[in-house]
């Protein structure tokens, strides 16, 4: 393992970085479309609740792979998307639509005398969503958001069947150089590791710790 | 309908409200004059919260007028946020934003809403907190006060926006018994203050004794009992009033 | 534009739409068989994390962490590439309801522990406080209360599970995707009409999934 | 090591069968015919023809079942045993040959580059500068062979044919890359697309089984070496490559 | 351990508690004897909740000894569901099975702790809901019910293990003003039986004059106070207390 990995440490190393880069990428974009698909679900107008729930359930219910092939194949032809962009593209509007929902139920958890203080104080519907709503919100979502990065992370892995260059890509063109697919697939294992478990243990924390602060509270 | 007498604040005319199918308020009419203190009390589920609701528009009415401050809120022309400006409101759960603190819980609406210069809003924010008892409390944030010092925010918060009349739903029955002394203090000292029309909910008889001018009694949506404080506690008219009375007082 | 029009006729034909919907049975097959079986699996390992047995409860965790933490494409090729090292000399069917089990069931084991965990304490302590063993607080009180929270997010995570078949792709199961590429193997124009159906059939396939949830949900809340 | 191979002639003897992986993305070699769900190609009559040489070489009646195999998989499933052998477009190369055995080669072809007509792209070495890209397919030694003669192009793998050309299509890169044999396949249904260039590799063609299968490969070169004597492997060339343009069919022949 | 005086119930010895390193309680002394009513009270976050559910094995303690009906619960040979099935124990929330009909909640325990017949099981669980005036809610489920009823539930779930000793952490706290008096009176005349021991924490202080043989109060953790109810309501020797007595009372 250690002689494959030496030997190719440049490409693992390449592939790790593109993996990041999808996932950061996907993850501010997915936020702002989540967010804003969220929005519209709640908002007094019945076409843009339309609107939103088709995005959602759109994006929900079609697998990522063919979700990314689309963009790789066909979007391409409107502007030129490579392997990497397709992906990350794909990868974000698939995940904003599950952000879409947690940041909706995000919403929906937020104690509705939050808002009824607001308006009483005489805040407008969209003063109260901007500066009193959505930020209990995010708040409440973290953990929740938390998972979600952690999904897009490992999704990002669907990169490799638009050989966009990531961490499964390169694990899949080394094992097939190498013949030796058992400690290629254990390498990059590992590095999405480095980036998922940490993540995972300090959402864990978060829990933890919004669950004590809860218990005290009441 | 702005030209209702002038010292008419809050005017309930027949008004009707369901929700879904459930008959929540029937035909209430109800006129509190500006500078009044009203006291309302009533069984659970008789339908208080929901009136004081309607007054600030959180609950739509299906029937009936009803007048806040000149504009009829059952007209769909009337700007809501207009009469909260004027109208505050204290819950029964403080209802404080989380995320602010306790001076920013204060200055938020004057400055978002009434575009308070920041100096001026802040010198008054700060004389409200001291009002109220709590100005050292001014940079903290509400999860780290007791439930009584998050009334009194909530309290210093309404009164930021100079409102014409202010609106109590229980303002201490979520609070430990120590701390609502404080907090039925405070609202007494408004209360008093001439210019300000209060309505109250709330099961402190003794302290409604004190502070109301009037009483109403609701049962089932409706309004059974509409009395000056002493004629109401001396012999309230309906059965139900004193039964609800002596169920409250007897331990 | 031109050409994925004219081509959508010809990569319909009868036995290109037949050879599809075959994919679609092994895709529902592999489905309800890693369901099953990572719903058990999912449930005894995510009441092992909650109950926090010495020891047990600690291991199970780590490991259930690391593989949750994994992308399931690597599970599948890493599962399909190991089985025979160890002996197990299987059908790509079977190393792929493998695959998809071991990843699902620790996705579910963690669903579930968080539903066990959102159950009240006050349930516990009133079960407790009339002598109630652990077990039976569990069994009586907290489990039936948990089920309900818990399948919404349940119900989502086996929707993930029928979509994530198509990365069985990758080890040639025959199951819808594969049979995709398929159909556009013998013309290569058929490519986009193809993952256009392909789209098309996965959609149908969990919004109604989904829609049997919502309306299973509405019934447990009635 | 292998438990289920240890002896691999002794096993298909055994069962009265051979499961043979084929490719079912590989026009002209091995296609699915979504009919009848069987594969068809010159790989696949090979394969079928072999087993009834393998029949009479042992006397026992054996049947050919096939397995689809894509380039990435097909050693795995060997070595999976899942199949016995796979007849799959696959070259003998020395570092393969480490792994598993192969038969002599039962069909020679050479690497190529299928590119859009006008590109001007003349040969693969118009490709080699850093603004190119050339595509290719996960698991075939044609994208590792690319880099010594484009070492300066990028070399994107793709998941199968039918992708890899889609991607070119859509301007993905500049050229695709395999087997002259395979390209001449997506040529004949891609108009406006050529092989160019001719070949620059020789790709040697082998039946593949699982290490130390000494009696299963023997058998299989008496088998082949019978089928181009009696006349059935020419009948399958013209079978599949006569009339397919570009390519000389004759010279395939043996 | 177990030759303690057969009248004693519970005994808290040199008691240490530790939330963390938060210290809850410190250093307490208390006997409650069998058939004892004893009423605790004291500020929010004094720790009576942490002693109550002490004696009940919901929260370890860290110091000391804490006998209950003759086991030690710090010893950890003690099988504390022993204990636990003769000492129920009534939450400010009630904590009713949320799934399971108003009978099945009443019946469970006895059913699968104490292996009670079926029939017998039943005929006393109606029995006690007919004492706590809700037999004809035996089929309901908790959400149907108001705070009061569920509260009444939860005394009648307790009743059915046949306790030696009741635990009542503010029974009536969370309950509306109305619904305060019906669940006071049934734990008035549960107490009275002369063979049940009562703690019982509470702020309602004219109930407790009623109730209670003994009122302990506790500020910070400790015990303050331990006197004869008439003792302590006429002058608590303590200043804290008295301090407190008034706050609650005065509104
Ligand atoms: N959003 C709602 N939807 C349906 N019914 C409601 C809603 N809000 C209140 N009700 C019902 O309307 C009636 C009156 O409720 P309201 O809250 O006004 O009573 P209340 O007098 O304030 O009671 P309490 O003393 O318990 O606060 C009750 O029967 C209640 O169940
Ligand atoms: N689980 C816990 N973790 C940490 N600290 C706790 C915990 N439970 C209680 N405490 C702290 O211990 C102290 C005593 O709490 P306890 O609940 O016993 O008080 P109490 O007298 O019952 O108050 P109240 O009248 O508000 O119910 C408080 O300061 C509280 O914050
Ligand atoms: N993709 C293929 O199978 C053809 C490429 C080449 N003949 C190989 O064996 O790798
Ligand atoms: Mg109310
Ligand atoms: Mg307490």
Known sequence: MINLLTSNFGAFLTAFGYTVLSSIIALIASLILGTLFAILQIVPSRIARGIARIYVEVFRNIPLLIIVMFFYLVGTRVIALDGFTAGTIGLSLYTSAFIAETVRAGINAVDIGQTEGARANGLSFSQTLRIIVLPQAYKIAIPSLGNQFINLVKNSSILAFVAGGDLMYTANNVAAATFDSFNSYIIVGIFYLIITLPLSYYMKYLEAKTKGLAKEDS | ?251 | MMIIAASIFDAFTPSNINYLLGGLGITIGVSIISVIASLVIGAFVGVIMYEKVPFLSRYVTIINDVIRNLPLLLIIFFIYFVLPRIGLYLPVFWATVIAMTVFESTMLAEIIRGGLLAVPAGQTEGARSVGMSNAQALMHIVLPQGIKKMIPPIISQLISLVKDTSLAVGIVLAEMTFRGQIVYAQNSNYTIPVFIALAIMYFILNFGLSLIAKWFDRRMAA | RNARHVDTWERVQRLGAIRWGVKADTKLFGLMNTKSGEPEGFDVDIAKALTVQLSKQSGVPMRADFTVVTSNTRIQLLKNANIDGFIATATITPEREKIIDFSNSYFKAGQAILVKDGSGIKNVRSLNNSKSTILGVVGSNSVINIKKFAPKARVLALGDYGQAMAALKAGQGQALTTDNGILYGLATENPGYSVVGGTFTTEPYGVAYDNHQTAMVKQTNRALKAIIANGTYNRLIRKWFRGVPGLNWRSLER
């Open chain 2, 1 to 251: 309908m702005a030209e209702e007498k002038k010292d008419i604040m809050i005017q309930f005319q027949d008004v009707e409200k369901y929700y879904g199918s459930f008959h929540a308020l029937k035909k209430v009419n109800l006129t509190i004059d500006r500078g009044e203190t009203v006291v309302l009390i009533g069984p659970s589920g008789s339908g208080k919260s929901t009136l004081i609701r309607a007054i600030n528009g959180l609950e739509p009415i299906q029937e009936g007028h009803l007048t806040v401050n000149g504009f009829d809120i059952h007209d769909p022309k009337t700007d809501i946020n207009k009469i909260r400006k004027r109208v505050g409101m204290v819950f029964q759960h403080f209802n404080l934003y989380n995320n602010k603190s306790v001076l920013e819980n204060v200055m938020l609406a004057p400055r978002i809403v009434n575009h308070i210069p920041e100096e001026e809003n802040e010198k008054y924010a700060l004389d409200l907190l001291d009002r109220v008892g709590l100005k050292d409390k001014a940079g903290s944030m509400p999860s780290m006060l007791s439930g009584g010092q998050k009334q009194r925010v909530a309290i210093a918060r309404s009164l930021a926006m100079k409102p014409l009349a202010l609106l109590f739903d229980e303002p201490t029955s979520a609070l430990d018994p120590e701390m609502i002394g404080d907090v039925l203090r405070i609202i007494q000292e408004i209360a008093n203050d001439s210019d300000l029309t209060s309505l109250i909910v709330t099961h402190e008889m003794n302290f409604a004794r004190k502070v109301a001018n009037r009483v109403i009694f609701m049962a089932d949506g409706q309004i059974l009992e509409d009395s000056k404080t002493e004629d109401f506690f001396n012999k309230p008219t309906s059965e139900r009033a004193q039964q609800f009375v002596d169920q409250v007082l007897d331990h």
